[in-house]
């Protein structure tokens, strides 16, 4: 495609060959990987571009929309052709697309590492930090098995703990929750928020009885309140002094955030459901948030991740990108990349990975204390066995039936 070549002379005959997605469930949350190869021979890119819930419509829009685009052209050229993948499908931000760009970028800083010879963090002028902290998710059927599970994190050397409770019905975020548990309701599995904007501060304050004040603690409330609603549990949490109350409305009521954040006494964490560079760009210069927590495989890639990072770094805003099982090992490498050349960065999501994705992901990130420290291999250090990945299939449907679930008791549909 003629067409798509840039309009300057490439300084060697350095060109992409060829672009495609790789689809792979070790742990059976779908991943999204694209791999960009050159025509130097072992010369490759990984990227991650996982949109678990509709990953098979990133892998077609990465093989056969952005794949043409970018054979041929000189993999140097990252800002040019981030700007082409997302100014070529017309209309653009989804994320869909936003995620095969993502994966496309980050393979092509993955090249550039290789070809220098440098991990990324070097090529965006090194590090301010020498790790990234990073806080994992305790979560237990009872206050008592969530607290227990926190005190094993801690015990691990994490200094920051996410906490979710499950409760009646089936309909509880991040924690188990008990079949049936409004049985005299239409919908006897569902989630009450009343009864959650209850007994929510009732799990901080034992935890701040049982894990003392040495320890940093958070959580989700998953998009599920009303802006009002948020203000209330925000200032119910406050004596408990939380590092961050993450995601408290819905996207589509993003424009109501800098009133809940002016209100509330914790800080407001928000970001991950945006796919958007300049959205979430808004969300900092409109002081709707106090960290940013976009999922950087989303957004844009480690490109748009950079922008983001400086936005921040000038509105005295903080940065915790998104870095649950969703996101690849090579999406976390490009996240602690992020997290160690920013001097806006707060805190890191963790994953444990699993053995078996660790041995299709050679290179695989892992936490030390509770700190994620940079590799110095040259790119990522992060590698992709595709003989492993094969052998580990991604269901179709995982998430959505899940979501078909999530209800209020009187059978009304909530966030997921």
Known sequence: MRETQAPWPARDTLSITGVRAIVTAPEGIPLVVVRVDTSEPGLYGLGCATFTQRFHAVA?????????????????????????????????????????????????????????????????????????????????????????????????????????????????????????GYPRAPYPDGWDVNRYLATTPALFAEARRVLGDGVELLHDVHSRLTPKQAVVLARALEPYRLYFLEDVVAPEHYDRLPEVTA???????????????????????SHAVDLLRVHVSTVGGLSAGRKLAA?????????????????????????????????????QEGHVYSDET???????????????????????????????????PP??????????????????????
């Open 60 to 180: 077609a829009a990465v093989d056969r929309h952005v794949a043409p685009l970018l054979v041929g052209r000189h993999p140097a050229d990252i800002e040019d052709i981030n700007r082409l993948v997302h100014l070529s499908s017309y209309w653009r931000n989804g994320p869909v697309l936003n995620n095969a760009l993502s994966g496309v970028d980050q393979a092509l800083w993955d090249i550039a590492g290789k070809r220098a010879g440098m991990p990324v963090y070097e090529l965006l002028g090194g590090r301010v930090r020498a790790a990234a902290d990073t806080y994992l998710h305790a979560s237990g059927a009872t206050v008592t098995e969530t607290i227990e599970h926190a005190a094993a994190l801690v015990e691990q050397g994490y200094r920051h703990v996410r906490l979710q409770t499950g409760g009646p019905g089936l309909g509880t975020y991040g924690a188990p929750g008990i079949a049936g």
């Open 263 to 285: 209100a509330s006494p914790v800080p407001i964490a928000v970001g991950e459901q945006l796919s958007s560079l300049t959205d979430a760009a808004r969300l900092v210069q």
């Open 311 to 347: 936005v921040c770094e000038l509105n005295g805003v903080l940065t915790a990108w998104h870095g649950p099982g969703d996101v690849s090992p090579v999406g976390m490498a490009a996240n602690i990349a992020l997290d160690v050349t920013s001097a806006a960065f707060g805190i």
């Open 358 to 392: 660790r041995e299709v992901f050679p290179g695989t990130p892992v936490a030390r204390d509770g700190y994620l420290h940079p590799s110095p291999d040259p790119g990522w250090g992060v590698d992709l066995d595709e003989r492993l990945a094969a052998r580990y």
């Open 395 to 416: 269901v179709t449907g995982l998430h959505e039936r899940w979501a078909a679930t999530v209800r209020r008791p009187d059978g009304g549909l909530e966030s997921p």
